[in-house]
């Protein structure tokens, strides 16, 4: 029942949920107060309101922004409550002293001042707002970017603001509990004087001198900045800011390339959830924008997701476009009719040929380009399991999808039982759960199913630590916890160069990585992430979510997977480690076998779960696991030879398309103009003047 309330509630936690039934119930309160009167009950009532009310602010309670929706915002709130205030003194027999007709004269101003007030903060945030953000670009030397105003005035600016009555508040309430009116005086003095502060204090930030440089000199200055690191492969991405995992798993091989390379975000929320990265990045969330950009020198552009937004840089043509996506998988996202689009398609190995050929929605053999996965060079092979522990299953199922289509996850039909078998399984394994971060995003069934699948693996967990079988050393855990501690405490301080707190102007400004620390930082995490594992006993079983451990550590530290057709399967072949896939769509083995590439190797689970002991046995008896061979082919099939690496053909392949593309535009120079159609006077220094003129055509 209280899950289901605080679903309906739009809150996060049953403190949320207790803070937003508190709220709602002390405004009734107030009114009973009002009319009793009771100054001291009205005083109780009015703390509640106001406690509750910074609480969920301080939260960032979605509930927040839903009260906005109903015309119940904090200002409303903050109005009703003073009105009450109003009628408390009027039933207290105030209603024709002086203080009294002060109070209404205060609010009235009070609630008059927000609207300068929000004016100035949105004024300053939009006019300081970039045309282009940008990390990892010298803009210091190229633009005048002052500091941002002072972040106690703009931080939370309308709740501070809002705020300040409590002292008109606190002093007419002391007023109406006493016998002088020299306390209800002194808070209205105090109300309108810091209100009245707090507006003046905000107006010097609109002047010229202390806002960024407008539009046309900002883009200007990128174009400059292109112009001379003259980067010549591009990472495009757009999307939402739950997606921006997408485009981090592509930042380590941009970092590795030989190719001098870009990435360019359209969304400021998704370079805000973008991770560290010594890659030159720049955000233009306008299509204009975008388009006025110098890209001349790019030769070839590597999107990651098919979204509309592309086409805004789809239209250069004197760059190669190629679809690398973010994932290699058997759903129906991996042959996508869109990617007719692009000049190229590069997938992992000869599965993804195979997969558009018998998709048969346009692209064609020769556009197809196996480059393997740069990203899976951290996953590392299976060597059976370590004598001091337990094998571990990990369980990682994808999200719910966009349709209720029964094959898209297993955790609505098979998790729970998938679940159950793991951690009753006889000998023990260990279960790690690492679900989608999208999981429970659409669907409330969904969401439901992974709370309980939690629940299942907190209560067996629970009674494992009192089998006396498992027996664990406390002292070196907590010397691991210490550890980690230490660890985070150095990797917050290595993790960003500037302050991302800052508003968009002060961190495109200050956004450049120091390399040192950034590499410094990467072996932290590394050995962060050695640490968190011994940081619990090794049969402990353990919900992973979040960003760390990265899914790749949680393959590392496990001797086999069960999971559902996405491209977390196509990942795991890399480990050549056994797993299972649900059939939760019930197709048959046989017809899922067919349908879907990357199970071929793969134990075919029901939604019963019943062929899991299969799993199980291979787990234990790496040699007589029959899946082995076939494993060992298919890696290759999905993902390409292991020599050369990937990065090495990821980098031939960005050089051969270069050169495409170089020839392309040189050929376009060509017809243009032609020596042999030079007419009579024409220089060679002129015919060289338009053939630049028309390099300038081609990117406008």
Known sequence: MISTAIRVARVGSAAELA?????????????????????????????????????????????????????????????????LLILLLARLDLSREPVFYAAIACFTVFFGLQAPHGALVTLIGKRRQMPVATRNVDLVSRLRIPDAPPRLLLSRATVKMLHLDLAAVVGLLVCAMGDSVRPGFAGIAVTLGLGALYVL??????????????????????????????????????GSDDSAY??????????????????????RAVLEKMAPTSVPVICVPGGVHLMNLDL??????????????????????????????????????????????????????????????????????????????????????GDGVPADRVPTVLYAPTWEGWDDNPGNTSLLLAGENIVRKLVSAEPPVRVLYKPHPFTG??????????????????????????DPRFTADPAAQARAKAELTRLKTRLDGLSLAFDERADEAVTSRDGIVDVRKHQEAARLRAEWNETYWRSFPSYEHRVITGASPHLYDCFNA?????????????????????????????????????????????????????????????V??????????????????????????????????????????????????????????????????EADGEAARTRDVTTA
């Not at 997408?246 to 969304?267: G, K, Y």
């Not at 999971?563 to 939760?584: Q, R």
């Not at 495409?660 to 042999?676: F, H, I, T, W, Y």
């Open 19 to 83: 803070a937003a039934v508190l709220m709602m119930l002390g405004y009734p309160g107030l009114m009973a107060t009002a009319l009793v009167p009771s100054a001291p009950a009205f005083a109780v009532a009015a703390a509640v309101t106001y406690l509750a009310d910074l609480y969920l602010h301080h939260k960032r309670s979605r509930l927040i922004g839903l009260l906005s929706k109903v015309r119940a915002g904090a200002s409303t709130r903050f109005l009703v409550r003073e009105l």
């Open 201 to 238: 204090a905000l107006v010097p930030y609109l002047r010229g001198r202390r806002l960024p440089p407008k539009a046309p000199k900002v883009l200007a200055t990128v174009s400059s900045w292109l112009r001379e690191y003259r980067p010549e492969v591009v990472l495009y991405f757009s």
């Open 246 to 267: 997408q485009v981090n798993m592509w930042l380590e091989t941009m970092e590795q390339m030989e190719a001098r390379s870009l990435v360019i975000l359209r969304e």
């Open 296 to 381: 001349s020198m790019v030769r070839v552009a590597l999107y990651c997701a098919n979204v509309g937004k592309n086409i805004h840089l789809l239209r250069v043509p004197t760059m190669k476009h190629v679809f690398i996506g973010h994932g290699d998988s058997d759903k129906a996202a991996s042959v996508n009719p869109f990617s007719k689009v692009y000049d190229e398609v590069w997938v992992a190995g000869r599965a993804g040929r195979d997969r558009y050929a018998i998709a048969d929605v346009g692209i064609r053999d020769e556009d197809v380009v196996e480059v393997g996965r740069p990203q899976l060079a951290s996953i590392r092979p």
């Open 441 to 466: 995003t659409r669907s409330a069934k969904a969401g439901a199913a992974h709370r309980r699948i939690i629940a299942l693996i907190k209560k067996a967990a629970a009674e494992r630590a009192s």
């Open 558 to 618: 496990s001797e086999a997977m069960v999971s559902d057709i996405s491209s977390v399967v196509s990942d795991f072949i890399a480990s050549g480690k056994p797993c299972a896939v649900t059939d939760s769509a019930e197709l048959g083995a046989e017809e899922f076998r067919r349908q879907n590439t990357a199970v071929r190797a793969a134990v075919i689970l029901g939604n019963d779960a019943a062929e899991l002991d299969r799993l199980l046995d291979a």
């Open 620 to 685: 234990r008896d790496p040699a007589g696991d029959p899946l082995a061979k076939d494993r060992d082919e298919l890696k290759e099939y999905l993902l390409g030879p292991d020599e050369p690496t990937s990065l090495a053909r990821f980098d031939i392949a960005v050089a051969d398309l270069a050169l495409k593309a170089e020839a392309r535009n040189v050929g376009q120079v060509s017809l243009v103009v032609a020596p042999d159609d030079m007419p009579d006077g024409e220089t060679s220094a």
